[in-house]
Nanobody, 116 residues
Framework: QVQLVESGGGLVQAGGSLRLSCTASRTASKINSMGWFRQAPGAGREPVAFATIDNATHYSDSLKGRVIISRDNDKSTVYLQMNNLQADDTGTYYC??????????WGQGTQVTVSS
């Protein structure tokens, strides 16, 4: 089963940008979709975006236009570029990977805090 390591979270001022990374422990060609969810304090986990194995991308309506997901299969890494961050973007961002054999695997999460 794949293991995922996320990085890139941190503290940013409103209007700023962050780029999150998620690297898988196995070859990305064996992973179907890779993507991101987020969870605000006291709220449930919500989808952000995902990229398929052939790099088709899909975005949540609430974040479309402010985030860009990209996937580098050679590096087994998926990136999430987030722009014009606002206070309600604060939360823990979780990477996931979907494999036909093992289902969905989650990363440990990376914290994003946006100060207003």
């Amino acid at each position: 089963q794949v293991q995922l390591v996320e990085s890139g979270g941190g503290l940013v001022q409103a209007g700023g940008s962050l780029r999150l990374s998620c690297t898988a422990s196995r070859t990305a060609s064996k992973i179907n979709s890779m993507g991101w969810f987020r969870q605000a304090p006291g709220a449930g986990r919500e989808p952000v975006a995902f990229a398929t194995i052939d790099n088709a991308t899909h975005y949540s309506d609430s974040l479309k236009g402010r985030v860009i997901i990209s996937r580098d299969n050679d590096k087994s890494t998926v990136y999430l570029q987030m722009n014009n961050l606002q206070a309600d973007d604060t939360g823990t961002y979780y990477c996931y990977a979907d494999q036909a054999r093992f289902g969905r695997t989650w990363g440990q999460g990376t914290q994003v805090t946006v100060s207003s």
